[in-house]
């Protein structure tokens, strides 16, 4: 399912000249339900609903910016509080690492954040995608979007 | 073929005295000379290492080579990590036939840590292979394929024992191992911990391997506090007990290195005591002008 | 297993630099155990790749497949489609699948993207360590299961050296000291007197030192 979405992400054409910055969110589903409650702001978020975050292969992560992410963000439940024990431990982990080859690759590993929030929290989760929007008013818009 | 002036002494009972010296980083051999004039008279035989710290210089053998020719007695260091038996084999019958009696057989360091860390190591056979090797050829005449060798280099067979390296329970068996594989003599790394050697001295001497082996401490004078606290922290296989380091730190500057032979001299006289211990083997690294000093203190000049 | 590491990015990249379109070509079997040139990493490289040249303002065509077993020709003719698409393939399995690779398709420039280190086991979750040096005649016997030769700095058959400090290796202070091991495993099982025979020296004609090996099995020749 998730790799399905993903694939269709990378058909889309290519980025206007000037256009709203886009977002794609990695979310379980437990962290937040449905990103629909973020939209509304200017921007474009694009959501990956997950039964838990470390579902999120490197190559997702990756991928969403060859989609045309500016920036992705990864919502995970706190820490100890991952109902699959070690699920957000190992997202972190790849998050990391992705990280680095966005870092080698000329992308910046900045683009790519991982935040724990509460279930439910819609109001942090709102919080970290106004800040990803006002941190990629100083970034610009990624070169490989 | 007669003797050499260690295996002389050592047989005769005598407490041996040796040195070290290594060959330069270059092809002027009066370097080697220089530093081997200073050793001349006070010694009974001068070690020659084999690309110490696994940095390359002038080949052991031909170092040991001008030694003969100054009419010192050599100890040519051969270790297996750069020649395989072959090259071994060969180098130690080319020794004998340029006049070197005396031989210590040793692993080497690691190459990563000198000027070719890239290199890749040979470590065909091991020093204890090495010594079984050299007594072969020393005994039997024949080299490790069984032939019968035409004249058989007589050397007297040395090793190297780290009393102070892990595992310490294993070290004086490691030692028996060395001695049933043929060794005549072995040489310690640098003597500080005095207890632990002391320890490792006693089991030598209840497994009867000090009737089988002479051994022969090794000492360093200490230059300085920094040296001692370098050589604690850093050189794997050496401790100085932390008295040491306080008593070097206690005095000022310019007199640490007087202080460090002081302290060397009490450890020789220490050692003396210690029942069939055989001699002492004083390794001062680039300070070949203590030698002599420190062997006359020593009280154990002129050497038989 | 054989333990494999992916090349850097930048040393892969700067290989498949002059090629329009490749074929990534991972390995299912010992290399997909060690996270090097699975399945998923042959996913990540390529999009690694992709979104590298993109922001160069080249585009590069890259084909994905993983096959079951790069050594085996059982399994890389099914790659033999996708290599005729292509002139250049990065293979993401050991050494010894790059070069069953390179000598079926002679016509496609072979590029290795893994460097093969080892022959190890996974230790615990995400640390491989190596064990064997497959030197043709296993004598671990005599050291407890423990082997001088592939876990020695120095190969060291009467061990240890003046660098064996407090369990560790001199040369990698993170590397446990072979010859610690091997008197720990002689002192636990009262074999410690065991350790004072006499190893004689080893005969490397079995060993890589004897040129390439083989193994034949007329008994399953057909």
Redesign the interface.
Same mark, same amino acid.
């Given at each position: 399912m998730v790799m399905e979405k993903v694939h269709r992400m990378s058909n889309k054409g290519g980025a206007a000249h000037t256009r709203k910055p886009r977002i794609t969110v990695f979310h379980c589903f437990t962290a937040l339900e449905d990103t629909a409650s973020l939209e509304g702001g200017d921007y474009e978020i694009q959501g990956i609903k997950m039964p838990c975050s470390s579902i999120s292969?490197?190559?997702f992560l990756?991928?969403a910016?060859?989609a045309g992410a500016d920036a992705v963000v990864v919502l995970v439940c706190p820490v100890n509080s991952c109902r699959y024990v070690q699920g957000n431990i190992r997202t972190e982990k790849r998050v990391t690492r992705v990280k680095k080859?966005l870092d080698?690759?000329?992308?910046g590993g900045h683009r790519l954040n991982m935040f724990n929030i509460v279930q439910g929290d819609e109001a942090a989760a709102r919080r970290i995608i106004e800040q990803t929007v006002a941190e990629l008013g100083e970034w610009g818009l990624s070169?490989?979007a | 073929m007669s003797r050499g002036k260690l295996e002389q002494t050592l047989g005769e009972g005598k407490f041996a005295v040796t040195a070290e010296v290594g060959p330069p980083r270059g092809a002027n051999a009066e370097v080697i000379l220089k530093k081997a004039a200073l050793l001349k008279g006070c010694v009974d035989a001068v070690n020659v290492t084999d690309n110490q710290t696994a940095i390359v210089r002038m080949s052991s053998i031909s170092a040991c080579a001008h030694l003969v020719q100054l009419g010192m007695e050599p100890v040519m260091q051969m270790v297996t990590r750069d020649r395989n038996r072959i090259a071994l084999q060969s180098d130690i019958m080319g020794a004998y036939s340029l006049g070197i009696r005396n031989m210590l057989c040793l692993s080497g360091d690691h190459q990563t840590f000198g000027s070719e860390p890239g290199a890749m190591n040979v470590h065909d056979i091991d020093s204890v292979h090495l010594i079984h090797t050299v007594k072969t050829m020393r005994d039997e005449g024949r080299d490790m394929s069984g032939y019968e060798l035409n004249v058989a280099p007589r050397m007297f067979i040395g090793a190297a024992e780290n009393p102070f390296a892990d595992p310490f329970e294993y070290r004086v068996i490691r030692l028996a191992k060395k001695v049933a594989a043929g060794v005549d003599f072995i040489q310690t790394q640098c003597v500080y911990d005095m207890a632990r050697f002391k320890e490792w001295m006693k089991q030598a001497r209840d497994r009867g391997l000090t009737e089988k082996v002479y051994i022969l401490a090794g000492v360093t004078p200490l230059k300085s506090a920094r040296m001692a606290k370098y050589m604690a922290a850093k050189v794997a296989g050496i401790t100085i007990p932390e008295q040491m380091i306080t008593r070097m730190e206690g005095v000022a500057k310019e007199h640490a290195a007087a202080e460090g032979i002081k302290i060397c001299l009490e450890t020789i006289q220490e050692l003396r005591e210690i029942p069939g211990l055989s001699g002492i083997h004083i390794m001062a690294i680039e300070w070949e002008e203590k030698v002599a000093e420190i062997v006359k203190a020593a009280g154990l000049f002129p050497r038989p | 297993m054989i333990v494999g590491e992916q090349k850097?990015?930048?040393e892969i990249k700067a290989k498949v630099s002059g090629y329009s379109r490749i074929l990534i070509l991972g390995c299912g079997t010992c290399v997909k155990t060690c996270f090097a040139g699975g399945e998923?990493e042959v996913?990540?490289l390529? /999009?690694?790749l992709?979104? /590298?040249f993109?922001?160069e303002g080249r585009t590069i065509q890259i084909e994905e497949q993983t096959v079951e077993r790069q050594c085996e020709d059982e399994f890389i003719k099914e790659a033999a489609t996708n290599i005729a698409e292509v002139k250049a393939v990065v293979s993401l399995a050991c050494g010894a699948g790059v070069q069953m690779v390179a000598s079926r398709f002679p016509q496609v420039t072979l590029l290795p993207g893994v460097n093969t280190t080892f022959i190890g086991i996974l230790e615990k979750a995400g640390l491989f360590t190596e064990k064997c040096l497959g030197c043709g005649n296993c004598i671990v016997d005599l050291f407890g299961g423990i082997c001088p030769i592939g876990r020695c700095a120095k190969r060291l058959f009467h061990g240890p050296c003046g660098g064996s400090s407090k369990g560790k290796c001199e040369v990698n202070p993170d590397t446990d000291c072979a010859w610690q091991l091997i008197v720990d495993h002689a002192a636990a099982t009262g074999q410690l007197d065991k350790l004072a025979e006499y190893v004689p020296p080893k005969d490397w004609r079995t060993s890589q030192a004897g040129g390439p090996r083989k193994v034949h099995r007329e008994d399953h020749e057909i």
């Open positions: 292969r490197e190559v990756l991928r910016f060859e080859i080698e690759i000329g992308i070169a490989a | - | 850097p990015l930048e998923d996913a990540t390529a /999009s690694a992709r979104l /590298s993109k922001l």
